[in-house]
T-cell receptor, first 113, second 115 residues
């Protein structure tokens, strides 16, 4: 069975600073990995995904993530955070066959001036 | 391209009442998923459909919950005899259902509060 761990419940960064959100997954086969963002009271918006190929994937809003199979990780990064990035971020893992996603518990990002 | 829509966006009900939520997926998306999200948690899978066929139900889906997708387009999720523990955000997602691995697109959710 798949599982996802997001070790950081809450992170606070200064506007303009770099950001890295951690995600570790557990899955015996080839994982399909996603990062979603959720603003308060809203649904989930896809930031980026990894299915295969280049292990460094680019997403929307200047985000990127790197798949590291040896570390079972898929960390999300952004070089310079904007105040509008404050939200909840979820990492998820899926399997071949479009089965339901398994999500981590999320990391809440706060951005201070 | 219209996204996934859900109705209502908010629902307040009293314990013991029945509630029904509706999800309209992206047009021509064959696969439809329901998830539940409680405060401070990530979404958890409830059930999903390929066209009108319900493929899997999570053990979270007690017998008070029922989901349908009668014509393979919109879906409804009904909760009978609601309990306070049912208070959560109910999220719907859809995907084309034709590929090996696909992105799931989420709706805005229905927030349920059971008093």
């Amino acid at each position: 069975a798949q599982s996802v761990t997001q070790p950081d419940i809450h992170i606070t960064v200064s506007e303009g600073a770099s950001l890295e959100l951690r995600c570790n997954y557990s899955y015996g086969a080839t994982p399909y990995l996603f990062w979603y963002v959720q603003s308060p009271g809203q649904g989930l918006q896809l930031l980026l995904k990894y299915f295969s190929g280049d292990t460094l994937v680019q997403g929307i809003k200047g985000f990127e993530a790197e798949f590291k199979r040896s570390q079972s990780s898929f960390n999300l990064r952004k070089p310079s955070v904007h105040w509008s990035d404050a939200a909840e971020y979820f990492c998820a893992v899926g399997a071949q066959g479009n089965t339901p996603l398994v999500f981590g518990k999320g990391t809440r990002l706060s951005v201070i001036a | 391209d219209t996204g996934v829509s859900q109705d209502p966006r908010h629902k307040i009900t009293k314990r013991g009442q029945n509630v029904t939520f509706r999800c309209d997926p992206i047009s021509e998306h064959n696969r439809l998923y329901w998830y539940r999200q409680t405060l401070g948690q990530g979404p958890e899978f409830l059930t999903y459909f390929q066209n009108e066929a319900q493929l899997e139900k999570s053990r979270l889906l007690s017998d008070r919950f029922s989901a349908e997708r009668p014509k393979g387009s919109f879906s409804t999720l009904e909760i009978q005899r609601t309990e306070q523990g049912d208070s959560a955000m109910y999220l719907c997602a859809s995907s084309p259902g034709t590929g090996r691995v696909e992105t799931q697109y989420f709706g805005p959710g229905t927030r349920l509060l059971v008093l």
